[in-house]
């Protein structure tokens, strides 16, 4: 891969029940320690207040980072992914949810030294975390044929980098499963990804995220929605 090929990170940001500018801050650092410097950042907002924000100026002289501010769908994650993507510039985007962050410092250069064209998208092994600091349950994704019945082999959108030129985009109708539905669009019309073997991303673990806080009748509604989408001749 062209080693001055230009990544788009996007970020889509809340407030996160209080946390949102503590874990954006956290995973700009990682971003900030990156080996690969041929980068953006750009962090699509769906905050009611200016937290977000300030962290966003505060990074304005140590990254090339923009700044989206939107009220469009306001609690759709798909939707604020979505507005990220648009507003990307990169060859290839990288999808970072606010509470996760990179590995290590290489972790982008691993992720663009991998990307085949070819093949436009890639996912890539992670592990997760509860506090930033203590590292458990590396995952190492693999596809399946039941992904989109919430069979989720890949892990969370964080694994994930598309072409620059990707038009597919996140079903804005869906919150817990809207990953796997991706994933599952993504593999109809261009096949298995490729797969980094290689340990890139941390998936953090708490109280809030949204796998929590959803009522089994959503998720029991979205994967019969998904069933029906992709099974129904």
């Not at 700009?28 to 924000?53: A, C, F, G, M, P």
């Amino acid at each position: 891969m062209d080693k001055n090929i230009k990544v788009s990170i996007a970020i889509p940001c809340y407030n996160m029940y209080g946390k949102g500018a503590e874990f954006l801050r956290f995973n700009l650092n990682r971003v900030k320690e990156q080996t690969y410097t041929n980068l953006e950042v750009i962090i699509s907002d769906h905050s009611t207040d200016d937290l977000v924000l300030d962290v966003v100026k505060s990074w304005e002289s140590e990254l090339n980072i923009k700044y989206v501010r939107n009220d469009y769908k306001r609690g759709s994650s798909s939707a604020n992914i979505n507005i990220g993507i648009n507003h990307c510039t990169g060859d290839i985007i990288k999808i970072l949810f606010q509470d996760d962050f990179l590995f290590s410092k290489d972790s982008l250069q691993k992720t663009v030294d991998a990307f085949d064209l070819e093949r436009p998208w890639l996912v890539t092994t992670c592990c997760h975390t509860n506090n930033g600091d203590h590292f458990y349950r590396t995952h190492h994704p693999r596809w399946n044929e039941n992904i989109h019945k919430g069979v989720n082999t890949i892990s969370s959108p964080s694994v994930l980098t598309i072409n620059g030129n990707e038009k597919l985009r996140f079903d804005e109708e869906l919150i817990w499963l809207m990953d796997v539905d991706y994933y599952k669009k993504l593999y109809l019309k261009y096949g298995q990804p490729t797969i980094l073997k290689e340990l890139t991303v941390v998936n953090r673990m708490w109280s809030n995220q949204v796998s929590n806080v959803l009522s089994d009748e959503i998720k029991n509604a979205e994967v019969g929605t998904l069933i029906k989408r992709y099974e129904t001749n």
